[in-house]
């Protein structure tokens, strides 16, 4: 991936009133994720009530960042054409620390990668929108 | 044989040659194509269905697809419906239609998929949570989804890229047995197949279903009414169902999938075990999909499908328990929602017996499997004749 991600054509997030705070979040540098004041559940994506007890208990929190890769793929042909300058870039499901597993954009080398890495927060400006995206732990 | 489901058979199958391109065809076209062809297999009449199921998104029609068809049919069925269950849809249809008929609410079901490949045909609007939560990151359609299946799957038990192409190889050897297969006079070794492009790593192109136009419909009856059509009935035996999420993020399991419950619940309703079956019909859109069913069907221990094919004899019609001889929707091509019935045509074709230069000896009962989503999906169906 040689291309700067921020001059992309792509797709946005076609966020809600509901969903918003989480985007703005990601704007700002941090990552917030919804928790269930009534069974104390950690919730991604974000939703009116509780997936878990449907209590109408959710408040916003800010998460560690920090998570490890469940997969990834290497993307060599993407499903939407806007992608293709950027190729092969990585994608891949990040299980947050909190529980809840989250797909984001995964800031590595397509060949330095495996399942397993230590990875943290790190927003990213993709198409000129900042998207909390995940970048290896420092060690 | 004893079973736990209403007495209910498949009597009529129809079946449409896979087509990369469609120019201008309308898509109920298409279906009533297909459908004409199941009723004047089972032998029946028009008048005869009063039952109709259908898929979602029929080309044109958004909504009201259950009246729109029937319209255009010119039945007046009194149970219709749409099942939206992705590539399980069509394996869906067969116990909904079992279930409807055992309510007394009709006799004999109709039960078809099938879908254009017009060029220019508008994409469907999508506000659903993958659209937003995926698609922004660079991960857009079902290809990233399996990828990330394969992948989670090759760390967890340490298969190789071979073992997965093989499945694939398998699925070309079978398409030379079925003139209508896509890649009928088109075989594929492993090493064709891992020499393939990347499509989304470890995915190969040649490890991904074709795309294709085309349709299938299934007659599905009473037993009874069944005896009185020109084939062997093929009965429903056994049905399972079960759906786990919509978004590969939140797979419950990125190893194993919805259809082990389902499977489990058809072989215990058939009174079979996985072991006793003689033909199976597994739902293969990429390779992975098929390594993880035979996984989740008992045939071996997570992790071990690819020891467990080469003892099977690889997949052809020879094998100790074969595996899509249609050529599967890998050999076969998928014809969009239809790709999951053509399991249960290539179903009811062995087990009446004429499935020609790919017949299997003997073959009593049989595992179809739909799945659709991102492993998410699951219907099991078994399937059987009377000896």
């Known amino acids: 991936m040689t291309v700067d991600l921020a001059n992309l054509s792509v797709p946005g997030p076609t966020a809600?009133?509901?969903?918003?705070?989480?985007?703005?979040?990601?704007?700002?540098?941090?990552?917030?994720?919804?928790?269930?004041?009534?069974?104390?559940?950690?919730?991604?994506?974000?939703?009116?009530?509780?997936?878990?007890?449907?209590?109408?208990?959710?408040?916003?929190?800010?998460?560690?960042?920090?998570?490890?890769?469940?997969?990834?793929?290497?993307?060599?042909?993407?499903?939407?054409?806007?992608?293709?300058?950027?190729?092969?870039?990585?994608?891949?499901?990040?299980?947050l620390a909190e529980g809840p597993t989250m797909l984001s954009h995964i800031l590595v080398q397509a060949n330095d990668v495996a399942v397993g890495d230590p990875l943290s927060f790190a927003s990213t400006n993709i198409g000129g929108r900042i998207l909390p995206c995940f970048a290896r732990e420092a060690t | 044989m004893r079973h736990l489901m209403p007495n209910v058979a498949i009597s009529g199958i129809g079946e449409l040659k896979p087509q990369r391109r469609t120019d201008g065809v309308n898509t109920m076209d298409l279906l009533l194509r297909v459908s004409a062809e199941a009723a004047r297999d089972a032998g029946l009449r028009p008048s005869d269905i009063d039952g109709l199921l259908v898929g979602p998104q029929v080309g044109e029609t958004p909504q009201h697809v259950p009246a729109a068809v029937a319209e255009y049919f010119g039945m007046q069925p009194t149970m219709a419906n749409v099942v939206d269950l992705g590539g399980a849809s069509g394996p869906g249809m067969i116990w909904r239609a079992a279930a409807a008929i055992a309510a007394g609410q009709c006799e004999t079901v109709l039960c078809v998929l099938g879908n254009h490949r017009n060029p220019t045909e508008p994409r469907s609007p999508n506000r659903n949570p993958a659209r937003e939560f995926d698609t922004p990151f660079g991960a857009s359609g079902a290809n990233t989804s399996y990828a990330l299946l394969m992948q989670a799957h090759m760390a967890a038990y340490g298969c190789s890229a071979a073992d997965y192409a093989q499945i694939a190889a398998g699925a070309r050897a079978n398409a030379q047995l079925n003139p209508m297969a896509i890649f009928h006079g088109k075989p594929a070794d492993i090493e064709e197949i891992l020499a393939s492009p990347m499509v989304a790593s470890p995915l190969h192109l040649l490890e991904i279903v074709m795309p294709v136009a085309g349709g299938e419909a299934v007659i599905v009856t009473t037993v009874d009414r069944a005896l009185r059509g020109p084939h062997r009935p093929v009965e429903l035996w056994g049905a399972?169902?079960?759906?786990?999420?919509?978004?590969?993020?939140?797979?419950?399991?990125?190893?194993?999938?919805?259809?082990?419950?389902?499977?489990?619940?058809?072989?215990?309703?058939?009174?079979l075990t996985i072991r006793d079956i003689d033909f199976l019909s597994l739902y293969d859109c990429y390779t992975i999909m098929v390594a993880a069913t035979i996984e989740d069907a008992g045939l071996c221990a997570p992790g071990q499908f690819a020891n467990w094919l080469r003892e099977n004899g690889g997949m052809g019609p020879e094998a100790r328990q074969p595996i899509n001889t249609h050529g599967?929707?890998?050999?076969?091509?998928?014809?969009?929602?239809?790709?999951?019935?053509?399991?249960?045509?290539?179903?009811?074709?062995?087990?009446?017996?004429?499935?020609?230069?790919?017949?299997?000896?003997?073959?009593?009962?049989?595992?179809?499997?739909?799945?659709?989503?991102?492993?998410?999906?699951?219907?099991?169906?078994?399937?059987?004749?009377?000896?």
């Open chain 1, 16 to 95: 809600n009133s509901l969903t918003a705070p989480f985007w703005q979040a990601a704007e700002a540098g941090r990552l917030m994720i919804q928790r269930c004041c009534a069974c104390d559940k950690w919730v991604f994506y974000p939703r009116a009530i509780c997936p878990h007890c449907w209590a109408d208990a959710l408040e916003w929190q800010t998460a560690s960042g920090k998570g490890r890769l469940k997969s990834f793929s290497v993307i060599w042909k993407p499903g939407h054409p806007g992608w293709i300058a950027a190729t092969p870039y990585v994608v891949g499901l990040v299980e």
């Open chain 2, 240 to 271: 399972g169902e079960k759906v786990t999420h919509r978004a590969v993020s939140q797979a419950p399991s990125l190893t194993s999938g919805p259809l082990k419950p389902a499977i489990a619940r058809a072989l215990g309703q058939a009174q």
């Open chain 2, 328 to 387: 599967g929707q890998l050999g076969f091509g998928q014809p969009d929602l239809a790709g999951g019935m053509t399991h249960v045509v290539e179903a009811v074709r062995q087990l009446r017996g004429q499935a020609a230069g790919r017949q299997i000896r003997n073959c009593m009962s049989a595992l179809v499997t739909g799945n659709g989503a991102t492993m998410s999906e699951a219907v099991a169906l078994v399937l059987g004749v009377q000896a």
